[in-house]
């Protein structure tokens, strides 16, 4: 299941993101990169203790927290704090599926990464190439989106970045541990809930409303993983 979420960030506040991360200190990205991910990663990455990294990420938890068509897609029970990339001159990313787990930092717990995100800082039209490229079930996708919207797709899933050839590419990723782990299940999930809203929208005393939200939540209570 692959979403794309319009407008999580105002032009405001993707500004303000955008100051602060291009005061910080950025470092190769190749150090964050397992052994087979440093033959083929060449960007920038803010270093995970980075004081701007940490809190930029802080905020964005908020925002993603009470985005409420980001907790329908992903179910999060953990969400990994933010971190930020930037592509230019010819940075790249090929073909590599994220590692299955992540550890919290300041913390021994750990997070399983059923569910990626990107979320765009830049505009579409701010640079060439740059397009992240997603390989699954229904064949091959290309996301380049404007800043402030964001993709959400399956963790298990196969993908890369296209060489970024002019302008900068600025964006933060991150994980979540959905509360139901299989994929397929938040489809059906997403789905119900898509159906529910657009019911209620054009009919709010549909009398079937209930029975389909009790058939939502009896799912999620079957499914889920706390």
């Known amino acids: 299941m692959l979403i794309t979420i319009k407008h999580v960030l105002t032009p405001e506040q993707v500004q303000d993101c955008r100051q602060a ?6 470092e190769d990205g190749k150090k964050t990169a397992g052994y087979l991910a440093q033959h083929v990663k060449a960007n920038l990455q803010l270093p995970l203790t980075s004081p701007v990294g940490l809190q930029v990420g802080q905020f964005l938890l908020h925002i993603l927290q009470n985005n409420p068509t980001y907790i329908a897609a992903a179910l999060p029970a953990k969400i990994l704090p933010p971190r930020f990339n930037c592509y230019q001159g010819g940075g790249t990313y090929g073909n590599h599926i994220d590692n299955a787990i992540f550890p919290i930092a300041g913390t021994e717990a750990r997070l399983r990464t ?18 992240l490229v997603i390989e699954n079930t229904y064949g091959t996708q290309s996301i380049k989106l404007n800043a402030g ?10 993908h890369r970045v296209n060489p970024v050839t002019a302008g900068t590419r600025l964006a933060s990723f991150f994980w979540a541990q959905s509360m139901v782990r299989q994929a397929h299940r938040r489809r059906m999930l997403w789905d119900l809930d898509q159906s529910i809203q657009a019911i209620a929208a054009t009919n709010s005393q549909h ?9 939502y939540h009896n799912l999620l209570r079957e499914w889920a993983e706390l």
């Open 149 to 158: 919207d964001m993709v959400v797709y399956p963790g298990t899933s196969l």
């Open 21 to 26: 991360l291009f005061s910080a200190e950025w």
């Open 114 to 131: 059923d569910v990626s995100s990107t979320l765009f800082l830049s505009d579409a039209d701010e640079y060439e190439g740059g397009e």
């Open 207 to 215: 009398p079937q409303l209930a029975v389909l939200s009790g058939v």
